[in-house]
């Protein structure tokens, strides 16, 4: 019998759905959010009226383009958290309803588990244990992966996450949201080593980025002064060297976690991983420590249902149901 699974996603600004049949993710469907773009920022009240809006086409779309009816639906498995709590409630609440009229079993999906679990959508596949280094908006985290369902958290940001940084960066640069994507395209023409930012040491394998982006506003603040066009004539160098500094803080805790575990088997998820300046790192890293390095493609890399789907397969499998009474946990934890 084949085992078909609806997911849903809706824990930040993506809406999205998708289908999975025995392990095989038959679509993906996203709706993004473009609402937010003159705020430089997601604004989480019209996060979630998005969402309504945006939800049932989207899981028609699902249904219709996967050729499986819903009463051949098994299970509906939706995003528990983390994430915001007014977005993650209208996901909930329709799942829910949906599995309650079909009278099929419901699975609650952390996000951030999910997010790792994406590595299993396509081959190659990493192989248990690994260490999976999560980078995102919201999240800094390094995870050692046992199995399919057992993660421990070992290290993770004390403030803001390296996403975080980048988005705010940008702003501070003048560039629109979202800024990640922008200062990776002009830190390709610039000098990662032009200017100097401090890279953060914090005890055993945890991040903070408060200081670096206090570090940037003020060296923005004192060129500033002294020449009102400096950002303009010296974009590319800014970017290049702020990449290059956030990169090299998150390696630098990823080289300590696989020599701490003893680990060559290292996967990067979350929507950070689309950087090229953390993928070319990561290329020179691996042949330097002879790691075998996984990352999703990019769809799979930015919130998305197609993760929610692969961990809920995993779930079905162990009989991992919740109950009708569930409610949205805004900070979930892994594990």
């Given amino acids: 019998m084949n085992v078909n699974i609806l997911a849903i996603e809706s824990s930040c600004d993506e809406t999205s759905a ?8 038959l679509n ?26 945006h939800l049932i086409p989207v899981i028609h779309e699902a249904i219709e383009s996967s050729g499986i009816p819903k009463d051949q639906l098994h299970a509906v498995a939706v995003t528990l958290g983390p994430g915001l709590m007014g977005s993650l409630m209208v996901g909930v609440s329709f799942a829910k309803a949906f ?12 996000h951030m588990e999910a997010h790792i679990l994406a590595h299993f959508i396509d081959d190659p596949k990493p192989k248990f244990p690994f260490i999976c ?14 199995s399919h369902l057992d993660m421990e958290v070992i290290g993770e940001t004390l403030d803001d996450a390296v996403g975080e940084a980048f988005d705010k960066t940008a702003k501070l640069l003048g560039l629109p949201y979202p800024g990640g994507p922008l200062i990776d395209k002009h830190a390709k023409q610039g000098n990662p080593k032009a200017y100097q930012f401090p890279i953060s040491d914090m005890p055993g ?9 206090t570090a940037i506003l003020y060296f923005l603040r004192d060129n500033l002064k002294h020449d009102d066009d400096f950002i ?34 290292i996967a990067v998820a979350g929507g950070v991983s689309a950087n090229s300046g953390l ?11 002879h790691w075998n390095v996984y990352i999703p493609k990019f769809e799979y890399c930015t919130d998305n249902a197609a993760m929610i789907a692969m961990a809920a397969h995993y779930k079905f499998a162990k009989g991992a149901f919740v109950g009708l009474d569930i409610s949205p946990e805004a900070r979930m934890k892994i594990g």
């Fill in 18 to 25: 998708a289908i999975i049949s025995n392990g095989k993710i």
């Fill in 28 to 53: 993906n469907i996203v709706a993004t959010q473009s609402v937010h773009e003159k705020y430089g920022g997601v604004v989480p009240e019209l996060a979630s009226r998005a969402h309504q809006q």
């Fill in 99 to 110: 599995a309650f009229s079909l009278d099929i079993p419901l699975i609650a999906v952390n």
């Fill in 133 to 146: 280094l999560t980078v995102s908006g919201g999240h800094t985290q390094l995870v050692l992966v046992k």
């Fill in 205 to 213: 394998l945890t991040f903070s980025f408060s200081g670096i982006k």
């Fill in 232 to 265: 303009s004539k010296h974009i590319d160098d800014i970017c290049a060297s702020v990449q290059y500094t956030l990169i090299q803080t998150l390696m630098q805790k990823l080289k300590k976690a696989s020599k701490t575990y003893g680990i060559k088997e």
């Fill in 279 to 289: 993928r070319s790192e990561l290329e020179l890293l691996a042949k330097k420590h």
